[in-house]
């Protein structure tokens, strides 16, 4: 079975998000990609508490500044395709009212027929929790995984009934419900979060960071997974942050999924070869405009369709 292609859709400032938006989604659903997603930069700040990932001196890239709201850049895209899935890529979950973002993405799976993924991850940034989240920064782990809770108790038949430290819910009627079940994907690496999600996620959302690193986590998720004795399948469904250049990458320094789109499909085969249900491709970064964009994602999807993928 080949491996879903999904494409990450356009939320930095180099596109206009009132054209650029809808047709890169409608682009991507006729081009073939299984899905489309969106990610999540609240803010960035002048004067950094931390690196970026939380990396002491680490600096954050230019291309999180103004980046444009997932869900709204989801619904977008939902508005004007019919087929592709549609997902988040991931949402820091600690940063939302759990019961409103359970109500928003069950609103946009009823809305499109149900094609809403949820990924979900903690998040790093002191600076975004400062502004955004109604949780303290020492509680985000907690924060997402009764975020996960809540949802499935919204999601879930009604009267609803949730007594949380996010939510109290006395036995109310709560809709839309979504047309399907929605997947919950987890950003998690350390073995408290690969832990959690095995107890809470439906599936696992690395970052791919190269092949022999997301063979060690994939190992270390299952060994968790047994050690727990959880006989349900984990999808698998890495990020791919992209640095394409029209030009092969011949430094000794290249990053996975750094160069050409030739080199970008070699590093997707080698993480295929460990095995994945899917794989968001974020090729936004470096083209110039939405134009380049579609014109790289069509030549991403054909060869990686011509390599086995």
């Known amino acids: 079975m080949a491996v879903r292609l999904g494409l990450g859709l356009p939320q930095h400032r180099q596109y206009d998000l009132a054209r650029d938006v809808t047709d890169v989604a409608r682009t991507a659903e006729r081009i073939g990609y299984d899905s489309v997603w969106v990610y999540e930069r609240a803010l960035v700040p002048e004067n950094p508490t931390q690196g970026l990932y939380g990396i002491p001196g680490l600096p954050w890239p230019d291309s999180y500044k103004g980046l444009a709201h997932p869900l709204v850049t989801l619904t977008l895209a939902a508005a004007v395709t019919e087929r592709v899935r549609l997902g988040t890529g991931i949402v820091v979950a600690p940063l939302h009212g759990a019961f409103q973002l359970a109500k928003a993405l069950a609103t946009l799976d009823a809305a499109s027929g149900g094609r809403v993924i949820a990924g979900l991850g903690s998040g790093w940034s002191t600076d975004e929790f400062a502004a955004a989240s109604a949780t303290p920064y020492g509680e985000r782990s907690r924060t997402l995984h009764e975020t996960i809770d809540v949802c499935r108790a919204v999601w879930g038949p009604d009267p609803v009934s949730y007594e949380g430290r996010l939510a109290t819910v006395d036995a109310a009627v709560v809709g839309p419900k979504p ?66 250049s029209a030009k092969p990458y011949d430094g000794d320094d290249r990053q996975p999924f750094q160069g050409s789109v ?33 014109d790289v994602a069509a030549e991403v999807y054909e060869k990686a369709r011509a390599a086995g993928l």
Request: cysteine-free; proline content about 7%; glycine content about 8%.
């Open 179 to 244: 047309a399907h079940p929605i997947p919950v994907l987890v950003a998690a690496s350390g073995p408290k979060a690969l832990a959690r999600l095995v107890d809470h996620g439906d599936g696992w959302i690395p970052v791919a960071m190269g092949a022999a690193a997301y063979a060690d986590g994939w190992q270390r998720l299952q060994d968790i997974a047994a050690e727990r004795g959880r006989s349900q399948p984990i999808l698998r469904v890495p990020r791919v942050n992209a640095l394409y």
């Open 262 to 294: 030739e080199q970008i499909v070699e590093d997707l085969a080698a993480h295929a070869e460990v095995g994945m249900d899917e794989v968001l491709i974020d090729l936004q970064t470096t083209p110039r405009d939405a134009q380049e964009l579609k």
